[in-house]
């Protein structure tokens, strides 16, 4: 499995930016994917994720200017964000949780992080 983020970046107070995620390999189903980020000094932390069906779930900091996305048939998964404020600079990671087809074994997958940096 490799995901491959992009999308991070430098924004003003209340910019937009919108990251992108992209699963590539073989051998397994994907559950859920989503974006965890972590500042500096502090614990990574949830920010949205969304499963294969489309059920989403967002932290409460970023409800209403965040919204996770997805493209199964790309498996790519977005985040948009919006009305960025300078508490959303972090490094922001990509994850997967998915199923092993060979074996049925669960497993969770971290790409590389991207980061954004939201200052004026």
């Known amino acids: 499995v490799q995901l491959q983020a992009s999308g991070g970046g430098f924004v003003q107070p209340g910019g937009s930016l919108r990251l992108s995620c992209a699963a590539s390999?073989?051998?397994?189903?994907?559950?859920?994917m989503g974006w965890y980020r972590q500042a500096p000094g502090e614990q990574r932390e949830l920010v949205a994720i969304?499963?294969?069906?489309?059920?989403?779930n967002n932290a409460n900091s970023v409800k209403g200017r965040f919204t996770i996305s997805r493209d199964n048939a790309k498996n790519t998964v977005y985040l948009q964000m919006n009305s960025l404020k300078p508490e959303d600079t972090a490094v922001y990671y990509c994850?997967?949780?998915?199923?092993?087809?060979?074996?049925?074994?669960?497993?969770?997958?971290w790409g590389q992080g991207t980061l954004v940096t939201v200052s004026s």
């Open positions: 994850n997967l949780d998915g199923i092993t087809v060979s074996n049925g074994s669960n497993f969770k997958h």
């Open positions: 969304i499963t294969s069906g489309g059920n989403t």
């Open positions: 390999g073989s051998g397994f189903s994907i559950v859920r």
